[in-house]
Every structure is written in structure tokens, then in C-alpha cells.
């Protein structure tokens, strides 16, 4: 098997992301329907644990992790890096929802909630991952 990203020899399994991608548009769903801070948090809290490749205390991925073994889904392995790369997105739109949230500024806040929900119900239901796509776009234009 040939790894095909230059950046990362890491493997990612895709059904673990797309069931934190269910999790994560449940999270944004909740915030949106309550605008409750605490679910704003618990997007940064989470997606800071997995950034820094904390997993055994992220509740997304411990979640999922059950989800996956108690349903004996196979681990689908695909490349890291562009999954990390919409890992960083997803963590710097949850600093940005929750600053806009501190400062005041809900209307902002909920703009960015309903881009990453759409984000996250894109990879959770059709498997189309737009920071990969980005990724994938900046590595062809020789950004990345």
C-alpha cells in the first residue's frame, strides 16, 4: 500500500471521523437551537483535544470509539493529513464561536456554528469532506 500524502505517513480511520462528524453536528445543532455556551465550549474543549492528539480524553472520540466497536464497523484507513488539515478548521472556527460568543457577538458566533454544521453534515452523510477538498486544492496550487 502506498501512502500517498508527502506531509504525513499517518493513517486516519474515516469511519471515526464520520462518527464525531455525527456528534459534532448534534453539538452545533443543540447551540443553535439554544444558544447555550457551554455547547460552544464543548466544540473547542473537543476539537483542542484532538488537535493535540489527546483522544483518550476527548469525549467525541471515546464516544465514537464505543459507537464503532459496539456496531463491529471495520476501520476504513485513509490518509491523515488532509483530515488534519479540516481538523485545524473545524478547531479555529470553535475559537472563533466562542470569541465572538464572549464578546457578544451571537449573530457571528451562529454563522460560523451553521458553517461548521454544514461541514460536519457533509462528512457525516455523504463522506465529502470540504477542508480535505481545500487541502487537496492548496497542495495542487503549491500553498501546502
Not at 81 to 102: E, H, T
Not at 122 to 144: A, D, H, P, T
Request: charged share 15%; net charge positive.
Amino acid at each position: 500500500m502506498s501512502i500517498s500524502c508527502p506531509i504525513s505517513q499517518r493513517r486516519i480511520d474515516t469511519h471515526m471521523v464520520r462518527a464525531i462528524s455525527v456528534l459534532v453536528t448534534i453539538t452545533a445543532i443543540l447551540f443553535l437551537l439554544t444558544s447555550h455556551i457551554l455547547f460552544a465550549y464543548l466544540l473547542l474543549i473537543d476539537f483542542s483535544l484532538r488537535l493535540f492528539r489527546k483522544n483518550n480524553f476527548s469525549p467525541f472520540f471515546q464516544l465514537s470509539l464505543a459507537i464503532l466497536r459496539a456496531l463491529n464497523i471495520q476501520p476504513k484507513m485513509s490518509d491523515e493529513a488532509p483530515k488534519r488539515f479540516a481538523l485545524y478548521l473545524g478547531w479555529a472556527m470553535a475559537i472563533l464561536i466562542v470569541l465572538f460568543i464572549a464578546f457578544g457577538a451571537v449573530k457571528f458566533a451562529t454563522l460560523f456554528v451553521v458553517v461548521l454544521l454544514s461541514c460536519s453534515a457533509l462528512e457525516m452523510l455523504f463522506e465529502f469532506c470540504v477542508g480535505c477538498k481545500l487541502y487537496q486544492y492548496l497542495k495542487i496550487c503549491k500553498i501546502l
